[in-house]
């Protein structure tokens, strides 16, 4: 892993959090994919480029420096002066669009993963693979590489705000958010393979409610980011589609021409965090 790998530490302290409350839902639609959280193939109207899936081994090696959820931290809550008490923390800078691309990825997997479980025995067998596949790989599985973006994404807010502990609760909001979808997960596993183990056609109640508080985690911590950030994740993978002239899940060369600047940004960003 190394210790100079920026989200390897992420990864290293990404279970030291704990529960908090949740936000506010909001209904978000993924109209893309390549390659899933999971790591399986899946249709899309529009695909994003290649290496915008949560890939393990680039992404263990793609930052330099130390960072984990302890450096959420900012310190003892300061006071903050009467217009402010009571409102938003105020935000001096959000994160470039390329942090919420596999946050915004994540629900189409959980998209695949809903439509599996309604196709008999063998889509439910399929659903159980897809769900121990997640928490597969100790440290740098599909589940620590996921709250390590998580944490990322927290970390990237530049805030200019007074009140410390306003902005160390709306931080530690984008976890919880981030650990709601994995604790859904979590809760899918054993009834799942419960389910596998005995032929089901279906899935059972407890595995939707699980999946159901998985998908919601996703959309709430969408829901923090800036006003029309999904819009343009959606305008982005169009965009991206649109470009990949020879459909083989890349954009370069001349096609690269045919993307807005703020676009080969954006696509440019997501290869170096990605991989």
Same mark, same amino acid.
């Given at each position: 892993?190394?210790?100079?790998?920026?989200?390897?530490?992420?990864?290293?302290?990404?279970?030291?959090?704990?529960?908090?409350?949740?936000?506010?839902?909001?209904?978000?639609?993924?109209?893309?994919?390549?390659?899933?959280?999971?790591?399986?193939?899946?249709?899309?109207?529009?695909?994003?480029?290649?290496?915008?899936?949560?890939?393990?081994?680039?992404?263990?090696?793609?930052?330099?420096?130390?960072?984990?959820?302890?450096?959420?931290?900012?310190?003892?809550?300061?006071?903050? +002066?009467? =217009?402010?008490?009571?409102? *938003?923390?105020?935000?001096?800078?959000?994160? !470039?669009? @390329?942090?919420?691309? /596999?946050?915004?990825?994540?629900?189409?997997?959980?998209?695949?993963?809903?439509?599996?479980?309604?196709?008999?025995?063998?889509?439910?067998?399929?659903?159980?693979?897809?769900?121990?596949?997640?928490?597969?790989?100790?440290?740098?599985?599909?589940?620590?590489?996921?709250?390590?973006?998580?944490?990322?994404?927290?970390?990237?807010?530049?805030?200019?705000?007074?009140?410390?502990?306003?902005?160390?609760?709306?931080?530690?909001?984008?976890?919880?958010?981030?650990?709601?979808?994995?604790? +859904?997960? =979590?809760?899918?596993?054993? *009834?799942?393979?419960?389910?596998?183990?005995? !032929?089901? @056609?279906?899935?059972? /109640?407890?595995?939707?409610?699980?999946?159901?508080?998985?998908?919601?985690?996703?959309?709430?911590?969408?829901?923090?980011?800036?006003?029309?950030?999904?819009?343009?994740?959606?305008?982005?993978?169009?965009?991206?589609?649109?470009?990949?002239?020879?459909?083989?899940?890349?954009?370069?060369?001349?096609?690269?021409?045919?993307?807005?600047?703020?676009?080969?940004?954006?696509?440019?960003?997501?290869?170096?965090?990605?991989?």
């Amino acid at each position: 892993l190394g210790s100079t790998t920026r989200l390897g530490a992420v990864i290293m302290s990404a279970n030291r959090a704990l529960p908090r409350p949740l936000g506010l839902a909001v209904a978000v639609a993924l109209i893309a994919t390549s390659t899933s959280a999971f790591g399986v193939p899946k249709k899309c109207d529009v695909c994003p480029p290649e290496g915008t899936a949560v890939n393990r081994r680039s992404l263990l090696g793609t930052f330099a420096g130390a960072a984990g959820t302890a450096a959420l931290a900012i310190g003892a809550p300061g006071p903050a +002066g009467a =217009e402010f008490i009571g409102g *938003p923390p105020m935000i001096r800078e959000w994160p !470039g669009l @390329e942090y919420l691309v /596999p946050i915004f990825e994540m629900d189409g997997s959980l998209s695949v993963l809903e439509t599996q479980l309604g196709k008999g025995p063998r889509g439910v067998a399929l659903s159980s693979a897809l769900v121990e596949r997640f928490f597969r790989g100790g440290l740098v599985s599909n589940r620590n590489i996921y709250r390590g973006v998580c944490v990322l994404y927290a970390q990237e807010i530049q805030y200019d705000d007074p009140d410390r502990g306003r902005v160390r609760e709306h931080r530690a909001a984008f976890l919880d958010d981030c650990d709601m979808t994995i604790g +859904g997960m =979590e809760a899918m596993k054993k *009834p799942l393979r419960k389910l596998a183990d005995e !032929g089901a @056609e279906e899935a059972s /109640p407890e595995v939707l409610a699980a999946l159901s508080n998985a998908r919601e985690g996703v959309r709430r911590f969408l829901s923090r980011a800036p006003p029309g950030e999904v819009d343009r994740l959606m305008a982005w993978f169009k965009a991206v589609k649109a470009a990949d002239a020879d459909r083989n899940g890349k954009v370069e060369g001349e096609e690269l021409k045919s993307l807005s600047e703020d676009d080969v940004r954006v696509y440019k960003a997501v290869s170096d965090l990605l991989g």
